[in-house]
Each structure stands twice: as C-alpha cells, then as structure tokens.
C-alpha cells in the first residue's frame, strides 16, 4: 500500500521544491519592501555552513544547528542591511551581488574550516538522525510497510512541509498585520510612506533581515538534506535561481514565489529527456516572459478572477446563482 | 618584476576597460544593467578560436568575423530581450535586467552545447612574440590590446562628443521623450547603442583570447560580473570612469595575484564596489546628485 506509491526519488524532488520555497519567500519579503537583493543565494549559504560547521564540529543536535544557521544569517542580513539603505533598484542588487560572490569566494579560500572548494562532506542528515531516534523509541517502518529509505525521506517531507505551512501562514499573517502594509507603502512611494509616518530605516531593515532569515534557514535545511554542500552551491547562478522562483511565479503575491519554486523545480525534472537543452529552454522562458507577462503568472487580478470562479461554482452547487438575478 | 606586473596590470585592466565600456554605454542610454554583455563578451572569444585555430585564417579576419556576429547578437538582444518592455504599462524596472539574464543562461548553455565546458587554447603564432627590454619581457600582444584599447576610448569619445549620431545618443541618453520630441529618432539610436556595446564586447573577447590564451563558456559570466564592479566604481554610464575603473581594476587584481593571495582575486572587485556604494555611491567619476545609488 503506501510502501508501494512512496518513491524516494520523488521525496527527495518534494524536498527540494519545499527548501526553494522557503528561498522564493526569502526573496519575496525582500521585494515586497521594493527591495531587490540578489545576495540571498550569500545568506543561504552562511546558514548552511553555520549549521554544517556546527553540527559536524561540535556535535550539536541538528535542530539547533539549523536555528543558528537562521540566527547568523540574520545578524549578516542587519550589518548588510542598514549601509545598504542608502542604495537601491539595480544598485542594491549589484551591492548584494558582490556581497554574494564575497561570501563564496571567502568559502573557496578559507581552507582549514571550509575544505575550500571540494566542500563539506558527512554532514548529519535530517532524515537518518530522526530516524535514529525513532528507532531508540523501538518504532519500526516496517509498521507502515515502509522500507527505511522511504521512511528517511518521508520524514524529511512531513518536517519540511510543517515549516513550509508554519511559515506560509505566518507570512500572510503579517502582510495584513502593520508591518506588512508598511511594506506595501514603501514599495509603492517611499517618500509618501515616510510623510505618513512610517519608520523607513527600521521596516526596510526588518524586510532584508527577514530576507536574509530565511535564505539562512533555507540553507541550513538544504545541508541537512543534502548532506553535502559545496562553495557552488552558492554561487551566482542560485541566486539568479532565486530570484526567478519570485518573478516567474510572480512578485505581488507570496503565492507567485509559491507557485514559481515548484514550477521551476519540477521543470527541469520534467524536461530532463531534453536535458541537454533545459537551461537554454529555461532562458528562452524568462526573455519570453518578461515580454509577455512581466508581473509573473500569478498576479492580484488572476487570484481574484480565482476567487470569483470558485465562490460561483459554489453558489452553483447551493442552488442559487444564476436563477437569482434573472 | 614590478615593472612587468604593472604591464600585466595594464594589459588586462585595458581588456577590462573595454568591457566596462560596454556596459557603461548601455546603461547610460537605456538605463539598464546588460547582464547578457558577458555571454556575448564569450561568444566573441569563442567566434576568435574558431577562426584562428580551427580555420586558420588569420587575426584581422577573426576580429571583422567576431564583431560581425557581437553585432547580430546585439541587435537580437535589442529586438527580442529590450523593445518589447520599453514603454509598456505597469513593467517594473526590474524586467529588462531579468530578460538580460535569460538572454546570459541562453548564450552560456548555447556555446557550453556547441564548443563543450573545458577550455580553448587560442593557437596563433602571434602571441608567441616577445621583446627583451632591460631585464623586463614584454608580449607584442599586451602592446597590441593597449594601442586597441586606447585607440577604441579616443574614438568613441571622439564619437560621442563630436558626430551628429554621438550627440543624439547623449540627447537620448540624458531625457529620452525630449529628445525623440527633438527630432532624434530615439529607436535607431537605442539599437545603434546596443549594437556598438556588443561589438565592444565582441573586441574585448579576442582579445581576452590572445592574451590568456584560453577560452571557456563560463568566462562570460566572472567577465560580467567584473564590469558590473568597474561601472559602479567609475560612476554608472560615465565613459572616461569605466576607462579609469577598469585600469585600476586590473592593476589592483595584478598586484593581488602577484603579491598577496591569489585565491582572493575574484573579491577584489566585489569588495571595492561594496565600498564604493557605500562611500561613494555615484562612483569615482561620478557627479554627486541626490539621486545618486537610487
């Protein structure tokens, strides 16, 4: 029965589609202060080299690694945010830029902690440590009728996709909270804002912190999962990865960065039969998207178009509707 | 020693400045970062190889060749990745950058699929050429891509100072709808821009090829990233900023390799421009207004 649906392979795609979530709202919080920061692929490589580090040399459980991956990257995420107030649109995103390629390079150097560009191995994997202690407790997969491995990488998806949802409500929470229509006004006019009395310096700091926060946290989540991280990981292209999540999907809404993390997952897993052309397929889709649909997929009247869809539909099925205006 | 560290600074800052040129041209016009220049920086280099090692034609043929196809791809890049943005409602200022980069992925994974990931030699007997001048040894090449450079930088302001076209690309690049108000013909000059940056690209390409002798799909990439450092240190759209930033680039990489760690090379570009944004943020050259880094 569910032994025989579960594929790890697929788990493991789940997995990742959950971890780029978490990244595409990492760069969604930023954006929706009208800041575009193109170092998070930065962050997210000093959580996952806090945690990794940490885990691996200190033997710390990996809950905690995993929160001072998040904790560190937030303390880069202050000391990078507030110089970075004097800057903005495509000036901001080549600060943070260098401030990306700076991190990676120091990774490539910094030898005797690092291992340099052979990367990080043997780090603990979130899967196989629970695992051990489900085992301590004398549970057995077998209950289920799961093999080990697909007990592994089942959990691993239920820890994510808990996050995942945690995170999501906490996220819409707080854009119909103060401090997301604080953002929303300093996207649309900062000056405005300003007269309105809104503390630019502090909310724009806050929404690059968040940012960072979460790449943080995203990373140290994906050295768990991975088990393996290496300086190229975190390089130009994931950022450029990132940043697409958002602006495919679409950058208005959280959904946008949803949708865009798992579309542009699953696409080169799908494409992988043309796998020889799948990154020029994937440039050809960014230069026509811009063209033709530059605000992303989903955008604030598709939603609603959504909206009205369903509640028709549902009125339909009550039994009032249409009837009721003729 | 010092004194051929200081040629070689000189030689690869030029081969900088050149690219930097590029961006700087594009960005002053049209506002907008081109982070495809680096692709088609490659495609140059790549263009270079073929004709002098594969075909064995010689150098002149390989540069008309190279700045041939920059300027087809220029003028691809204007029609399929820039005009269809330009004045549209409600397209965030973000669109043409992240087009540009669609543009980048599409040439890398294009020449990374047609010429394979590991390096080209660039084989040709001209590189070989060197002069004893006292203890110090200097390439004919590292003479040949500074007189290029220099002769390129004296033309083009020459050009933008001077010439009807170069003043209208100024006109277009300071206001736009005033200057297409005043008779310029905005679209032409728009797509000449794009086109002469491309070629630049395409120059600085064969260059590269000569004088490092090797050639590789991913150059593109640090190559852009490396003039994006040199126009934010030079001032954005400043031409005489993006010279003087890529020579200083250059020089200091030189010196980094040659007397610290090379390992940090690559950092030294990012380091400065997260300086200079924040000290600084109209760049060098750059003339302090309020707007400046907004």
């Known amino acids: 029965m569910l032994g025989d649906i579960i594929n790890p392979y697929h788990l493991q795609i789940v997995s990742f589609i959950l971890i780029n979530i978490i990244l595409g709202i990492s ?65 901001l995103a080549i600060a943070t830029l260098g401030f990306g390629e700076v991190i990676r390079v120091i990774f490539v150097n910094w030898d005797s902690i690092t291992q340099g560009s052979i990367g990080l191995s043997g780090i603990p994997h979130l899967g196989r440590e629970l695992f051990k202690t489900f085992k301590l407790t004398g549970f057995d997969p077998d209950m289920l009728g799961l093999k080990n491995n697909q007990f592994i990488y089942l959990l691993v998806v239920l820890i994510l996709l808990l996050v995942n949802i945690l995170l999501v409500w906490f996220f819409i929470r707080q854009n119909k909270s103060r401090v997301g229509r604080a953002f929303a006004a300093i996207k649309m006019d900062e000056k405005a804002a300003e007269s309105m009395g809104i503390n630019i310096t502090y909310y724009k700091v806050l929404s690059f912190t968040q940012g960072a ?56 897993e799908a494409l992988r039969f043309i796998s020889d052309y799948r990154y020029m397929i994937y440039g050809v889709i960014l230069i026509a998207m811009m063209a033709f649909r530059p605000q992303g997929i989903i955008d604030v009247s598709l939603l609603k178009w959504f909206k009205r869809k369903l509640k028709l ?6 039994g009032i509707g249409t009837k009721k205006y003729n | 020693m010092l004194l051929e560290q200081i040629i070689n600074g000189i030689t690869l800052g030029s081969i900088y400045a050149i690219v930097a040129l590029g961006f700087t041209l594009v960005f002053g016009v049209l506002g907008i970062i081109n982070m495809a220049h680096g692709e088609i920086f490659m495609i140059g280099a790549f263009i270079g190889v073929l004709i002098t090692s ?67 030699p660039f084989r040709h007997s001209f590189a070989q050429i060197q002069f004893q001048i006292g203890s110090i040894t200097v390439y004919l090449v590292q003479i040949l891509i500074f007189v290029i450079s220099i002769t390129l930088m004296v033309v083009l302001s020459y050009w933008l100072s001077k010439t009807k076209a170069g003043k209208a690309l100024r006109a277009t690049a300071e206001n736009l709808e005033t200057a297409s108000l005043l008779g310029v013909n905005t679209k032409r000059t728009i797509t000449t821009t794009v086109i002469l940056a491309s070629a630049l690209g395409g120059i600085a390409g064969i260059l590269v ?68 944004l924040l000290l600084r943020p109209q760049g060098i050259f750059g003339k302090n207004t309020a707007e400046a880094g907004r």
């Open chain 1, 27 to 91: 760069i969604y919080i930023t954006l929706s202060s009208g800041q575009l920061s193109l170092g998070n692929a930065g962050f997210m490589g000093i959580g996952a080299y806090t945690s990794a580090l940490l885990t691996i040399n200190f033997d710390l459980p990996i809950f905690l690694g995993i929160i001072l991956g998040a904790v560190v990257a937030g303390v880069f995420g202050i000391l990078i945010g507030i110089p970075a107030l004097r800057l903005s649109g495509v000036y």
């Open chain 1, 213 to 268: 926060i979460l790449a943080g946290f995203a990373g140290a989540l994906y050295a768990h999962v991975m088990a393996y991280i290496s300086p190229a990981d975190f390089a130009y292209h994931r950022a450029i990865d990132i940043l697409i999540f958002s602006i495919f999907g679409g950058s208005e809404l959280i959904w946008g960065a949803i949708f865009g993390a798992t579309f542009m997952t699953i696409l080169p």
């Open chain 1, 313 to 318: 539909k549902r009125r339909g099925s009550l």
């Open chain 2, 54 to 120: 594969v075909l064995g034609l010689p150098l002149w043929i390989a540069f008309i060749a190279a700045i041939g196809v920059t300027v087809i791809l220029g003028y691809m890049l204007e029609r399929i990745a820039l005009r269809p943005l330009r004045g549209k409602q409600g397209v965030s200022h973000l669109a043409p950058l992240i087009s540009t980069i669609g543009v980048s992925i599409l040439l890398e994974n294009l020449s990374h699929h047609i010429f394979g990931a590991g390096n080209h």
């Open chain 2, 209 to 276: 090829g000569m004088a490092f002798n090797s050639v590789n799909p991913q150059m593109g990439l640090s190559m852009g990233l490396k003039g994006l450092a040199i126009i934010i240190l030079g001032g954005m759209g400043n031409v005489k900023g993006a010279m003087a930033g890529g020579l200083l680039l250059g020089l200091a990489e030189t010196m980094i390799v040659a007397y610290g760690d090379s390992g940090y090379r690559d950092a030294v570009a990012f380091i400065t421009i997260i300086f200079i």
